[in-house]
């Protein structure tokens, strides 16, 4: 059954008591159940003259245009709905919508909000930290791969230098001659062909790299060696090594045992920095070189101690006078009254006060240690 309203559509019902929906939003079509009028609502006549019920139905079956069925016909409710009220209804779908957006926009915004704020609180002791140990990392990474990569090209050398030498031992002896030669002769052949390989490929020791590197590579050996007598026998030894020849580089290395580094700098009161220094002085130049040190170191002594104790004179004076030189020879009545000035803190180990160059050079260190520290000094005389 169709039913048309307002220029509306409506589908036909599915059936008896169902909800039909409109293909419009402006109505709202309800189908009910329809009673049988003729049955109901009517009381039957009694008079003679009524026609009876069944009678009265066929002729209105026979005369409709519509056939409905007297039974079950649907009825059709219509509920209208304004344009304001559809607008509403798809305002307020919108704004559910954008509402789930904003909320799930402000939960992602909080989130990084709080990580931000972990992020702040971190101390900065503990930031510098990381970074150091990174830093750290990166360098100890950087030297490894270095050092791997230095051992990986010696190994492939010396593999190479090995694999070689074998191999033109090998075709300068015969084959037969080879196989029949004993060990001493292929030792001695070997020998021979490695000393024409220096000659003729310019080997290491010709170079400044390629010394430092073997006298490094054989210090440590001894080095091991020393330790290892000393762990097995009890042996304490000590061993210094400079370079003797002032075009190579300076090298200034000791192996030695606790012990023996114990009576270097104790009973021979040596600083082992001092003494390889000398001995390599005395071993490019001779003793002429080697008094030369000397001599300048003393000098060197008695420049400080000079310009200290006029430093510390000038400052006690004044600027009132302009001091140039210093004079130690009846210095109470030259100095001390002319400025009138007093010494203080002057070592009686060293006896009466005398120039720099009448003291040695142990003596003077001393003595530039007292004046550093201002325990010797002139200062201002008390008054009389």
């Not at 003729?38 to 009381?43: D, L, M």
């Not at 021979?192 to 170079?207: A, C, D, F, N, W």
Request: aromatic fraction near 6%; include cysteine; charge should be positive.
């Amino acid at each position: 059954m169709v039913v048309q309203t307002h220029s509306h559509r409506v589908a036909p019902s599915s059936g008896v008591g169902t909800q039909v929906t409109p293909a419009s939003s402006f109505a709202t079509v309800m189908s009910t159940p329809l009673v049988n009028t003729s049955n109901c609502s009517r009381p039957p006549s009694t008079t003679a003259n009524s026609t009876p019920p069944d009678t009265l139905a066929t002729r209105a079956r026979s005369h409709s245009n519509v056939s409905t069925a007297t039974a079950a016909v649907p009825l059709v409710t219509i509920t209208k709905r304004s344009v304001k009220a559809v607008h509403r209804e798809q305002l307020r779908v919108r704004q559910k919508a954008l509402d789930s957006k904003l909320l799930s926009a402000r939960q992602r915004f909080e989130k990084e909000v709080d990580g931000l704020g972990k992020e702040y609180r971190k101390s900065s002791s503990e930031i510098r930290g990381q970074a150091l140990l990174r830093n750290k990392y990166g360098i100890g990474k950087r030297k490894v791969n270095s050092y791997n990569a230095f051992r990986h090209k010696q190994s492939k050398a010396r593999k190479a230098s090995k694999e070689s030498l074998e191999f033109t031992a090998a075709q300068e002896l015969d084959t037969t001659c080879y196989q029949d030669a004993d060990a001493e002769t292929i030792a001695t052949a070997k020998s021979e062909l490695e000393e024409e390989k220096k000659v003729q490929s310019g080997y290491v020791y010709k170079t400044l790299k390629g010394r430092t590197q073997h006298a490094d590579k054989v210090i440590r050996g001894i080095d091991q060696a020393i330790k290892e007598l000393n762990l097995s026998c009890g042996v304490e030894s000590i061993c210094i090594f400079v370079s003797g020849s002032n075009r190579d580089h300076s090298l200034l290395q000791a192996a030695y045992t606790s012990k023996g580094i114990e009576f270097f700098e104790g009973p021979l009161k040596k600083n082992l920095n001092n003494v390889l220094q000398d001995f390599q002085t005395f071993a490019q130049g001779g003793t002429e070189d080697l008094a030369k040190c000397h001599r300048e170191l003393q000098k060197e002594l008695r420049d400080q101690v000079s310009a200290r104790l006029l430093s510390s004179l000038q400052e006690a004076a004044g600027p009132k006078y302009s001091i140039r030189s210093m004079k130690y020879e009846d210095y109470e009545a030259r100095i001390c009254r002319k400025y009138n000035v007093a010494l203080v803190g002057w070592p009686t180990d060293l006896g009466k006060f005398r120039s720099p160059t009448q003291i040695g050079n142990k003596q003077l260190k001393m003595l530039l240690g007292l004046l550093k520290d201002d325990t010797c000094r002139f200062e201002k005389a008390p008054p009389k």
